[in-house]
């Protein structure tokens, strides 16, 4: 599986960004599919979830702001990140866990700037 980010850049405070995942592979639909974050001098933390049935999860930071979404027929997961704060600063990786506990898998990161 190889995952490919994109989407991230800079944008002021309030504003809004879409991250992509697109995903190789034909095991997509049923995996369940994250994105994290790491921010310099920070550990990477999970950001939201989306299970292959479509049941999210959100970090509480995040929660009312950001929506994971994916499209099986496209191998791809999104998170729409809206009302952006400068904590938010951060790379974001999108993770694939497939049912197998050893098919974990992760994107290459895409770097979020928010300026205030």
């Known amino acids: 599986v190889q995952l490919q980010a994109s989407g991230g850049g800079l944008v002021q405070a309030g504003g809004s960004l879409r991250l992509s995942c697109a995903a190789s592979?034909?095991?997509?639909?049923?995996?369940?599919m994250g994105w994290y974050r790491q921010a310099p001098g920070k550990q990477r933390e999970p950001v939201a979830s989306?299970?292959?049935?479509?049941?999210?999860n959100y970090a509480e930071v995040v929660k009312g702001r950001f929506t994971i979404s994916r499209d099986n027929a496209k191998n791809t997961v999104y998170l729409q990140m809206n009302s952006l704060k400068p904590e938010d600063t951060a790379v974001y990786y999108c993770?694939?866990?497939?049912?197998?506990?050893?098919?974990?898998?992760w994107g290459q990161g895409t770097q979020v700037t928010v300026s205030s």
């Open positions: 993770n694939f866990q497939g049912v197998l506990r050893r098919d974990n898998y």
């Open positions: 592979g034909s095991i997509f639909s049923i995996a369940v």
């Open positions: 989306i299970t292959s049935g479509g049941s999210t």
